[in-house]
């Protein structure tokens, strides 16, 4: 493959759509983590809303990774 049809497919790679609607899952996961975190000041709900931030957030760098590793 040369050059060209090889950054060609990799603009297809991080152009498809199901990318970036998983940054956006990642990113409306974390916002619901963050908001428990201020809903209410328990130690529970505290702990789950931490552990529901880290999963967006993991979620959303997943994406961002698949579209720097696309090559």
């Keep these: 493959m040369n050059q060209s ?12 759509s199901s990318i970036y609607w998983l940054i956006l899952w990642g990113v409306v996961i974390s916002v619901i983590g963050v908001f428990l975190r201020f809903a209410y000041d328990d130690m529970t709900l505290s702990i789950v809303s931490w552990v529901i931030l880290f ?6 760098c997943k994406g961002v ?5 696309a090559k």
């Excluded at 950054?7 to 790679?13: A, C, N, V």
């Excluded at 999963?55 to 959303?60: K, L, Q, R, T, Y």
């Design 55 to 60: 999963v967006g957030a993991f979620v959303a």
């Design 65 to 69: 990774f698949k579209i720097l590793d």
């Design 5 to 16: 049809e090889e950054r060609d497919k990799s603009m297809e790679t991080a152009n498809q």
